[in-house]
Structure formats: structure tokens, C-alpha cells
């Protein structure tokens, strides 16, 4: 095994995290997901052995990885009117109306 990571990797491998859970559209996902960030970084700020702050790094890099991929999915899932661009998170009034494009998703302006 290699020597201890660097502190710039770590700082680096952080802000990773922090941006791709800043990409929730949920708010309660994304302050979840930040706070989860925050404290499993803190708890493991005191490690010193080379081979525990790889295993660290190795599983900081998988969940970085986890969360590109649930956030694509929520992308993927997330439904929108192609004509009006309207989708489930843009429409906040709740009332599902039809306007001239007919997408259920839409509301009158």
C-alpha cells in the first residue's frame, strides 16, 4: 500500500460529495445527504493509519460514484412536458391542471 492521503485529495474528494448532494432537488434528501457527508468526515478526521485512510478514501470515491447514479436516476424518473417544460418539481402548485400544450403536469400561468 501507498503512504497516507493527502489532505488536498481528501479536501478534494469532500467538496465532490457536497456539490453531488447539492444536486437533490429534495430539499430534505439534500440536507440529509450533506449532514451525512459532514459528520462521516469529522468522525474519521483522527484516523492516522495509512491502510484505514485508503479503505476510507476507497469507500469516500464508491459513495461519491452511488450518489452520480441516484441522481441520474432521479433525473431519468423525473417526469416533464416537452412542450412547455413543466415537470413535478417546477409545477408547485399541487392543482394538476390542463392548459393548451394538455400535459397534466401543466398550470396555468
Request: charge should be positive.
Amino acid at each position: 500500500m501507498s503512504g497516507p492521503i493527502s489532505r488536498g485529495a481528501w479536501v478534494k474528494l469532500y467538496k465532490q460529495l457536497q456539490r453531488e448532494a447539492n444536486k437533490f432537488p429534495q430539499y430534505n434528501y439534500r440536507v440529509f445527504a450533506q449532514r451525512r457527508i459532514r459528520d462521516h468526515f469529522e468522525k474519521n478526521r483522527s484516523v492516522v493509519e495509512s491502510e484505514k485512510q485508503q479503505q476510507l478514501y476507497k469507500k469516500g470515491q464508491e459513495n461519491l460514484e452511488l450518489l452520480r447514479r441516484q441522481l441520474f436516476l432521479i433525473a431519468y424518473k423525473m417526469r416533464e412536458c416537452v412542450k412547455c417544460k413543466s415537470n413535478e418539481y417546477t409545477n408547485k402548485s399541487l392543482v394538476m391542471m390542463i392548459n393548451e400544450c394538455g400535459h397534466p403536469l401543466c398550470k396555468y400561468d
